[in-house]
């Protein structure tokens, strides 16, 4: 096979419409036969309905240890937004390559497929693993799977590199995430006789009320982190749906929130705040007017937040690979705490930047593909030692 630079593969990468709603099968299969074609072979892991699949493949000595490069292939859709390019095939304009997907996450993975025939050159001394997960972009669903089998394995890689964008600075810390849907339930009846019935909505202010209070408290001076941006745990609600005429008390309300935590903080414990909050406070009056009322709170999503040591052996590599020690860390989400949980240490650091990610015309510049087409130059030479 012959050679492709990063730049070509992107094309080929963002040619596959992979949206998380959609199957990423066809952008699977052209990596596996591009991997097989290099020799190397491939393990998919499939959703229940087989219709999206992760990739894993390792090269190199077998037994435990190595580096695990990790990205995800699905990326957000571009409904309603005015792009003046063609969202699913490469362009470029004054040194910017355009397409969605371009800075999150396909740029790395193609800077990952290109810098392969490298490290099949000379044999390594540790084992190359590559992961490709499907449905981060809508809470890390597919990779749980292959984290599960990894951590099963007695061969696993001691610490991982996720190409998400962060321009190529070292990242060795984000924030977990939890969302969760809150359906409050109440009474119907006329509006003219609304103390009768039981205002879904109004009960549903309370909660929102409540989550504002905890938000608050996670605030607090002694409570913050200033590697972070902001420097606390947040809690927002994003959406709220309830009633149906202005005449009728609404029987029904629900509403969406997440936490955005600190990695030292428990999410959990805020969505347990609102229930004990709802079971306590709420109910009680609620079911005083009618006895079917009730408020169910519903887990959508959630990942840990990463917290990697500086003076770790993963951060150490980053530094080297890097070439900077200015450890940072982002307000995105990724696969790391999850791979962190199951006991393979994880740093973060791609080409792009994440202000052009999800994005009409996101871009990454090519300078940021020839950058991390050095360090994983770097992360070969490594392994070869």
Known sequence: MSELSSRELLAELVAFPTVSRDSNLALIAFIRAYLEGLGLAC???????????????????????????????????????????????????????????????????????????????????????IAISYDEEVGCLGVRSLVAALAARPDKPALCLIGEPTELRPVLGHKGKLAM?????????????????????????????????????????????????????????????????????????????????????????????????????????????????????????????????????AAELLALLSGRRDFGTVAFGTEGGLFAEAGIPTVVCGPGSMEQGHKADEFVTQAQLDGCDALLVRLAEWLQR
Not at 50 to 78: C, E, I, Q
Request: proline share 8%; net charge neutral.
């Open 181 to 313: 849907r809150c359906q409050v339930r109440g009474a119907a009846c006329h509006s003219a006789y609304a103390p009768l019935g039981v205002n879904a909505i109004e009960y549903a202010a309370r909660l929102i009320g409540k989550l504002g209070e905890i938000g608050q408290r996670l605030a607090a001076p002694e409570r913050q982190d200033a590697r972070f941006d902001p420097p606390f745990s947040t809690v927002q609600t994003g959406l709220i749906q309830g009633g149906r005429a202005l005449n009728i008390v609404p029987a029904d309300c629900q509403f969406d929130f997440e936490v955005r935590a600190l990695p030292a903080d428990d999410p959990q414990q805020v969505a347990d705040a609102l229930r004990d909050y709802a079971e306590t406070e709420l109910l009680p009056q609620m079911r005083a007017r009618s006895a079917t009322s009730a408020i169910d709170l519903q887990p959508l999503s959630a990942y840990p937040g990463l917290a990697t040591d500086p003076r770790s052996e």
């Open 43 to 129: 393990e998919l892991d499939y959703n229940v309905e087989r219709s999206k699949a992760n990739l894993y493949a390792r090269l190199g000595p077998d037994g435990p240890g190595g580096v695990m490069v990790s990205g995800h292939s699905d990326v957000v859709p571009v409904d309603g937004q005015a792009w003046t390019v063609k969202p699913f095939r490469l362009s470029e304009r004054a040194g910017r390559l355009y397409g969605r997907g371009t800075a999150d996450m396909k740029g790395f993975i193609a800077c990952v497929l290109a810098s392969l025939p490298r490290f099949l050159a000379r044999p390594l001394r540790r084992p190359l693993h």
